[in-house]
């Protein structure tokens, strides 16, 4: 559902034919009752009704904590993908969607619902220093002896022509 002044459909920033063996609808085009006053239980039970339909995309992860929308799930047939950590971002969204949709659709079942939560973590670089330590203990050196060593070969490969 999209709330008033709410970003816009994912499936409008991706576009309707990505990837190619999987169709995705913009829920208004499904039924525009479905998106007009429902609670996303209701989406859920109606999308299962209705057939034809294997999932639904929402980056509302509050439906976690809702225990009738996870009890309506588990009388349905639906996958549910939640993007986690991408709040009003789409790009985000799109971003974690473009690479776990493919999985997602290989892993889908008709016999039971599924709940996907696809999260975007904070990008936490390694530190260098901690990176040449895990180098030189697998060379079961110390740390300062890879270094010395390395500046060496690096030494020697700019005075060679």
């Known amino acids: 559902m999209r709330r008033p002044g709410g970003p816009a459909p994912i499936v409008e920033l991706i576009g309707l034919d990505w990837p190619p063996d999987i169709r995705l609808t913009r829920l208004v085009a499904v039924d525009p009752a479905l998106t007009r006053g429902r609670d996303d239980w209701e989406v859920l039970l109606a999308l299962d009704a209705l057939g034809g339909y294997d999932g639904f995309i929402t980056n509302d992860t509050r439906i976690l904590s809702l225990p009738t929308e996870m009890v309506a799930l588990s009388q349905t047939k639906i996958a549910l993908v939640m993007t ?22 290989k892993r889908l079942t008709a016999a039971r619902p599924t709940l996907w939560l696809l999260k975007a973590e904070a990008l936490q670089p390694p530190r260098l220093d901690a990176q040449i330590a895990k180098l030189a203990s697998s060379k079961f050196i110390p740390p300062e002896q890879l270094i010395k060593h390395e500046l060496e070969r690096i030494a020697q490969h700019r005075r060679s022509p």
């Open 84 to 105: 986690s950590g991408t709040a009003s971002h789409a790009l985000r969204a799109i971003g974690l969607l473009m690479v776990h949709l493919p999985t997602i659709a």
